[in-house]
């Protein structure tokens, strides 16, 4: 599974984003997909996730108020939704997938469950 992230740059406090990854390869093996971010000096941080299979997502650290995770199974991308953008959100955004399938979903919130990542797209909030 090839994952590419787009959709990044720069933001003023208070703006909202989309992000995108491109998924190609083979994403039937994909069965959950994740956003994570993470600034210099700091570890790789859960955003959302959301599987491929069905309806479900999940959020972490309380992301679901700023953040929407989303998938469009036809065209094979994921999405995720950023508003009301604060300058710690500044960091480097990426997309993950994973072929594990956990009945725990916090499983899916340690980024060393994901086989597969992105490149990563900046997002940098500032005036």
């Known amino acids: 599974v090839q994952l590419v992230e787009a959709g990044g740059g720069l933001v003023q406090p208070g703006g909202s984003l989309r992000l995108s990854c491109a998924a190609s390869g083979r994403t039937s093996d994909a069965y959950v997909f994740g956003w994570f971010r993470q600034s210099p000096g700091t570890e790789r941080e859960v955003i959302a996730a959301?599987?491929?299979?069905?309806?479900?997502?999940w959020y972490w650290n309380s992301a679901k108020e700023r953040f929407t995770i989303d998938i469009d199974r036809a065209k094979n991308m994921v999405y995720l939704e950023i508003h009301s953008l604060k300058p710690e959100d500044t960091a480097l955004y990426y997309c993950?997938?994973?072929?594990?399938?956990?009945?725990?979903?916090?499983?899916?919130?340690?980024?060393?469950?994901?086989?597969?990542w992105g490149q990563g797209t900046q997002v940098t909030v500032s005036t």
């Open positions: 993950a997938a994973t072929e594990t399938v956990f009945l725990n979903e916090n499983y899916y919130a340690d980024a060393r469950e994901y086989e597969y």
């Open positions: 959301s599987s491929s299979r069905d309806v479900r997502s």
